[in-house]
Nanobody, 125 residues
Framework: QVQLVESGGGLVQAGGSLRLSCAAS????????MGWFRQAPGKERAFVAA????????YYADSVKGRFTISRDSAKNTVFLQMNSLKPEDTAVYYC??????????????????WGQGTQVTVSS
């Protein structure tokens, strides 16, 4: 059974940076895509970024391109989300997800079957 544990959230001023981590366990992830999603109060969960574990191919939502970077450390089974130039509208609970999906579905939350508990990111103006 896949287990995902996020960490690294917190409170930061606009323009600042945070690095989220997602420790994955319970399976070999070579055939997986790992994603980050976020959910702001009163809004639906939205895709942020994804990475194909084996090839390292990266995918980003338009709203975070150029500011966020997703990466993975295969030796540590950990996925990272480096968030720079943070804006108040980035405030949300951020979730790590894992799924054996395809490149055409990486932005759909239904493509993932394992989720972490979430970590709060708050950006003050």
């Amino acid at each position: 059974q896949v287990q995902l544990v996020e960490s690294g959230g917190g409170l930061v001023q606009a323009g600042g940076s945070l690095r989220l981590s997602c420790a994955a366990s319970g399976r070999t992830f070579s055939n997986y895509y790992m994603g980050w999603f976020r959910q702001a109060p009163g809004k639906e969960r939205a895709f942020v970024a994804a990475v194909r574990w084996s090839a390292g191919t990266r995918y980003y939502a338009d709203s975070v391109k150029g500011r966020f970077t997703i990466s993975r450390d295969s030796a540590k089974n950990t996925v990272f989300l480096q968030m720079n130039s943070l804006k108040p509208e980035d405030t949300a609970v951020y979730y790590c997800a894992a799924g054996q999906t395809g490149s055409s579905s990486v932005s759909r939350d239904r493509a993932y079957d394992a989720w972490g508990q979430g970590t709060q990111v708050t950006v003050s103006s």
